[in-house]
């Protein structure tokens, strides 16, 4: 059984009879444990796909099901990290990581009588991204990079069984944006839960994931899907093989493909 799938997914923003199509037939099925990136074309629908699985919006037609249960309501078990940060700035650092486990109903009658392993996780993410040292920060006080790594660290400390990022490093220059790509994938070899991150960046999600899964124009349906078999660890020299760069190009034309399509 996928862990996470869509079966003829269609989402209408607004009335059924006047609103906006925004997905029309979209599937696609990802097992336990896998990275999956979701490309296309900008207003094509990945930012839907990802409310859709986690349950803050559901589909007008077609399934969506997470361990074989139908997505009726938004998921407890989901870590979600968007393009901006959104720390709340009154709060350090490490407290704006343990909010997600201060608001959430089933951690946090064991986060008020007991916040030590909380605390423990907390510090052992922060040590994990390279954040040592900046617990008593401010957001105002740490760079864009540093934001989005406290982000993370947000977003994974209930340990949940789903990470979604959307977008999570476009608003980032390029030496910071690769430097969180090796971030993330350290996170993920030691952790192992399952992702799903929505990209414009080819080079992104072709140096993340495992999967590729390629958008149409809106509607938005899963056209294609593209393998990645460049073995983990991932360095950012495999970027320059011809393997990679093939890869890419690839992506690319069957999106510019989509593009065209009338």
Same mark, same amino acid.
């Given at each position: ?54 349950? +803050? +919006? ?114 980032? =220059? ?9 971030? +993330?994938?350290? +996170? ?12 414009? =960046? ?34 950012? =020299? ?25």
């Amino acid at each position: 059984m996928a862990f996470v799938s869509l079966d003829k997914v269609r989402l209408v923003y607004g009335a059924a009879s006047s609103g906006t199509l925004a997905v029309q037939d979209a599937s696609l099925s990802m097992e336990r444990g896998e990275f999956v990136a979701v490309v296309g074309p900008s207003g094509c629908g990945k930012s839907t796909i990802l409310k859709m699985v986690s349950g +803050l +919006l559901s589909p007008s037609a077609g399934l969506v099901a997470v361990e074989g249960q139908r997505v009726t309501q938004p998921r407890k078990d989901c870590g979600i990290a968007f393009q901006n940060p959104t720390l709340l700035p009154w709060r350090t650092t490490l407290d704006n990581i343990l909010l997600s486990v201060e608001i959430a109903e089933e951690h946090s009658k064991s986060y008020r009588r007991d916040p030590k392993p909380y605390l423990d996780k907390a510090h052992e993410l922060l040590a994990t991204v390279g954040l040592t040292g900046f617990e008593n920060k401010f957001p105002w006080q740490l760079s864009g990079g540093m934001q989005q790594r406290a982000s993370l660290c947000r977003a994974l400390i209930h340990q949940p069984q789903l990470l979604l990022l959307d977008e999570p490093f476009a608003a980032l =220059d390029a030496f910071t944006r690769e430097d969180l790509w090796q971030v +993330l994938q350290n +996170l993920y070899l030691t952790r192992k839960f399952t992702v799903i991150l929505v990209t414009h =960046d080819l080079r992104e999600a072709a140096f993340l994931a495992d999967t590729v899964y390629i958008m149409s124009k809106r509607p938005g349906r899963i056209v294609s899907s593209k393998r990645v078999e460049i073995q983990r660890p991932r360095r950012l =020299d495999d970027c320059f093989k011809p393997e990679f760069t093939d890869m890419v190009h690839d992506l690319r034309a069957r999106i510019a493909k989509e593009l065209e399509a009338a």
